[in-house]
């Protein structure tokens, strides 16, 4: 995937700026590094482009909030992920109401990110012209075009969720992991198996192998917290106590946890 692929990092701390550089660069990214809000938008007025933006929340007087707002009334559309040490969920829902697709805590291992980024530039790669059938991906999950589960809307073309017709803030991933499971609503997932839309593939999930299942209970607590702020009777995604979660289908009885 990497290739000719342009990828800008964006922070005001060279040793992190640097570093995040030239591990994309060991993927064969082409990496150009940018210390500023301001030097990003300098840099796309003078006709500067890339395939994704990696930006810092907190730079100086101008914040990655303030930078992406000002990109947005642009009229940019380059994907940008956010890299932050600010987890609170007020922060990661404003990113992605102002157009994030994604946002990381820099305290992630690097693999994370890469994994994050694939994703992303994955994702932007969908053909579109396949004669009206809906692109699959590895995993068997319909890709392309909207999908409209029971209250559930899906947008994959851009990463959004809506509930009851309003937007859902979830980062990329989440996203991701509610997309498999309402594609193949009434049908149970494993735990492995929304693991690894998270890490990727055969990612090491811990002592005995096992660590993965903690990590799947948290993206899901995360994502059912979202919903149920929204609405306070959503229920539905269920637990298969011992193999992982599905989302009920229509017509199903009260989910069993």
């Known amino acids: 995937m990497s290739g000719n692929i342009r990828i800008l990092v964006v ?3 060279p040793i992190i700026r640097e570093t995040l550089s030239l591990n994309l660069e060991d993927q ?22 890339a395939d994704l933006i990696l930006l810092d ?4 007087q101008f914040s990655g909030l303030d930078t992406l707002r ?14 932050t040490s600010l987890t609170d969920q007020i922060y990661e ?32 790669r969908i053909p579109r012209d396949n004669g009206g059938a809906p692109e699959v991906d590895p995993g068997g999950v319909p890709s392309g075009g909207k999908t409209q589960i029971g209250q559930l809307r899906l947008d994959p073309d851009v ?20 997309h498999a499971l309402a594609a193949s609503a009434g049908r149970d997932m494993r735990y492995r198996d929304i693991y690894d839309l998270v890490h990727g593939d055969g990612f090491h999930a811990g002592a005995a192998g096992d660590g993965y299942r903690a990590n799947v209970r948290g993206f899901i607590k995360r994502i059912r917290r979202k919903f149920e702020e929204m609405d306070a009777e959503f229920s539905e995604i269920e637990n298969y106590p011992g193999f992982g979660y599905r989302w009920r289908s229509q017509g199903a009885g009260e989910s069993d946890t």
């Open 28 to 49: 064969e990214f082409v990496v150009q590094g940018l210390s500023s809000g301001e030097a990003l938008l300098e840099y796309l007025r003078h006709g500067g482009t």
């Open 159 to 178: 990463g959004r969720a809506y509930w009851q017709d309003r937007l859902v803030p979830l980062t990329l991933t989440e996203f991701q992991i509610v």
């Open 57 to 60: 929340w907190k730079m100086g």
């Open 93 to 124: 829902e404003a990113a992605l109401a102002t157009g994030a697709l994604d946002f990381v805590d820099k305290s992630r291992s690097f693999s994370i990110l890469l994994h994050r980024v694939r994703t992303v530039l994955a994702g932007r």
């Open 70 to 83: 000002e990109m947005r009334r642009m009229g940019g559309e380059i994907p940008v992920i956010f890299l």
């Open 11 to 13: 922070d005001d701390d």
